[in-house]
């Protein structure tokens, strides 16, 4: 089991900037990739960002390339997600998301096994 826990999130103004941050414990050797998503009201829950544990590849959604940065500490077990330049349409909760298997595609959802409970993020204009 790896039990995530999400915080960072809050309200800022356009153009301002938060950093997410997913705190990883449990079984964490055994994770291959973790990966941020998001889910607006109404919406369905999309790919915003992913990590290889091992080698360090990221991948980041065209809606978030150059403003979102994903990045791990692996001697804290932590996640982050650096995110700038929010517009209001970023506006969304956002999950962190783990899985302990060789990931193929690691923007589909059902690549992951654990989730964490999501933190609100809530950019105004």
């Known amino acids: 089991q790896v039990q995530l826990v999400e915080s960072g999130g809050g309200s800022v103004q356009a153009g301002g900037s938060l950093r997410l941050s997913c705190a990883a414990s449990g079984r964490t050797f055994s994770t291959y990739a973790m990966g941020w998503f998001r889910q607006a009201p109404g919406k369905e829950r999309e790919f915003v960002a992913a990590i290889r544990w091992s080698g360090g590849n990221t991948y980041h959604a065209d809606s978030v390339k150059g403003r979102f940065t994903i990045s791990r500490d692996n001697a804290k077990n932590t996640l982050y997600l650096q995110m700038n330049s929010l517009k209001p349409e970023d506006t969304a909760v956002y999950y962190c998301?783990?899985?302990?298997?060789?990931?193929?595609?690691?923007?589909?959802?059902?690549?992951?096994?654990?989730w964490g409970q999501g933190t609100q993020v809530t950019i105004s204009s």
């Open positions: 998301a783990a899985t302990t298997r060789p990931p193929t595609y690691v923007a589909r959802r059902t690549e992951y096994d654990y």
